[in-house]
């Protein structure tokens, strides 16, 4: 399997390495990245292990994550198919970007390659996905990368004693690759991407 994908010129996925640490914990101390990880990443030994779990993970087949880096390598976000069902062929999405990256496009341009990933290297047939409803940004970058609504679990999760609903959405390997509004496969999303991917934590729904 390729741990290195080439999205377009300027951004490109690969796997997370010891040398990302500083970027890991900058990233984590965004707010909105608050419950997108098993323990809070505060400290630099947080985000170090942070990342040698992606690697532990990796390497067991569980979970595939990667950083998504412009054309300097800058980490920008993190794309990962994880809760891996090999029974059924079946992996769980999950996607942020950093605050200076969204807006642009590039959680929904490095979720469409990671999908493809996903189906052409790691041989899965469907991936889930899913957000709180009140997540707009999260649903326009799943939209954008082909993952239809499938449905609402109502209540699903719960945030400082309020329940919210997610909406669940799914991609299959023989679906269509989305298209961009100039007719051609790939590349900007339809809208904006300007949050943090999905309600997950290392492949699951957070609780």
């Keep these: 399997m390729r741990d290195h994908v080439e999205v377009s010129e300027a951004l490109g996925l690969r796997t997370w390495s010891a ?3 500083e970027a890991v914990l900058t990233a984590f101390a965004d707010p909105l990245m608050r419950g997108q990880a098993s323990e809070p990443v505060v400290s630099r030994d947080a985000a170090e292990r942070w990342l040698a779990e992606r690697r532990e993970r990796w390497e067991a087949g569980s979970s595939f994550a ?5 054309e300097r390598d800058t980490a920008l976000g993190n794309v990962a198919v994880g ?20 807006g642009g496009g590039v959680a929904s341009r490095a979720l469409r390659a990671l999908s493809r ?8 047939f469907r991936l889930e996905l899913g957000h709180r409803v009140n997540n707009p940004a999260s649903c326009g970058v799943a939209r954008a990368a082909g993952f239809a609504v499938e449905g609402v679990e109502r209540q699903r999760l719960e945030y400082d004693g309020v329940r919210f609903d997610v909406e669940r959405h799914a991609r299959l390997a023989t679906d269509e ?7 051609r496969a790939g590349g900007s999303a339809a809208r904006p991407d300007r949050g943090v991917g999905g309600d997950h934590r290392d492949g699951r729904l957070a609780p």
């Design 117 to 124: 990933w996903a189906f052409d290297d790691a041989g899965l």
């Design 83 to 102: 809760a891996v069902d090999r029974r059924h062929g079946v992996g769980w999405v999950s996607y942020w970007t950093t605050p200076a990256a969204r």
């Design 66 to 70: 990667f950083a998504v880096v412009d």
């Design 177 to 183: 690759d989305p298209v961009r509004r100039d007719g």
């Design 19 to 21: 040398r990302d640490a």
